[in-house]
């Protein structure tokens, strides 16, 4: 029944390796977001997607490629992860009357 | 562009005390206005939310009032809980929240802690 499910909860990797972030949506909105938020607790958006279309793309390095198979997936890939990538990152979609709905997040931590 | 400005914390409160986050944005047009809770180790839940001026946002016993004259979105509840313990974030929202070129702007967040 979970609205916005994100995989993995935690994630823990070197510094140079690949690695992907999945999410799903099960609330049939167009649009779905990749938020990052930072040891200080703020959020930014990196990414938003409408209907597998890249709508949003905030000045994030191109070592983080988004990707969307169909509306219902957003899935993130980060290259040559750097200690700077760790953070939460949160999946979220819209657009619902009762605003965005996020993700329980990701907690990368690079090592 | 648009931004989010949230009061700075962090706010000890005790028990029952009175509870006000202040809020105020900067966004060209008539955005939404939301406040999200972030309880520990959780992600990101709506609290509330308000899509037009004077619109007033309520739940759990928290509410805030859509203010264009002062472009504030001040949160408050009359008597907090030690469950209210959380990071709230004020956040606005351009094109009233929907449509494709959407985004949500964040405030910095406000780490509130009620003791017994």
């Known amino acids: 029944d979970t609205a916005v499910s994100q995989t993995p909860k935690y994630l823990v990797t070197q510094m140079g390796n690949d690695k992907s972030i999945k999410c799903e949506q099960n609330l049939g909105h167009d649009t779905m977001y990749w938020y990052k938020q930072d040891s200080k607790k703020f959020l930014k958006i990196m990414f938003s997607?409408?209907?597998?279309?890249?709508?949003i793309n905030e000045t994030v390095p191109n070592r983080f490629s988004p990707k969307s198979p169909d509306k219902a997936h957003l899935n993130l890939h980060i290259n040559s992860l750097e200690l700077g990538d760790s953070a939460v990152y949160f999946c979220a979609s819209s657009p619902s009357e009762r605003g965005y709905t996020f993700g329980s997040g990701t907690r990368l931590t690079v090592v | 562009g648009d931004s989010v400005t949230q009061m700075e914390g962090p706010v000890t409160l005790s028990e029952e005390a009175f509870l006000t986050i202040n809020c105020t944005y900067t966004a060209t047009g008539y955005p939404s206005l939301f406040w999200y809770v972030q309880y520990p180790g959780e992600g990101l839940q709506l609290l509330l939310k308000?899509?037009?001026?004077?619109d007033k946002g309520s739940n759990k016993g928290f509410e805030a009032t859509y203010r264009k004259e002062t472009t504030s979105f001040h949160l408050e509840k009359g008597s907090v809980q030690v469950s209210d313990s959380a990071v709230y974030f004020c956040?606005?929202?351009?094109?009233?929240?929907?449509?494709?070129?959407?985004?949500?702007?964040f405030g910095k967040g406000i780490t509130l802690s009620v003791r017994p």
């Open positions: 997607y409408n209907n597998k279309e890249l709508i």
């Open positions: 308000a899509t037009k001026a004077d």
């Open positions: 956040a606005l929202s351009d094109l009233g929240g929907a449509g494709a070129n959407s985004k949500l702007t």
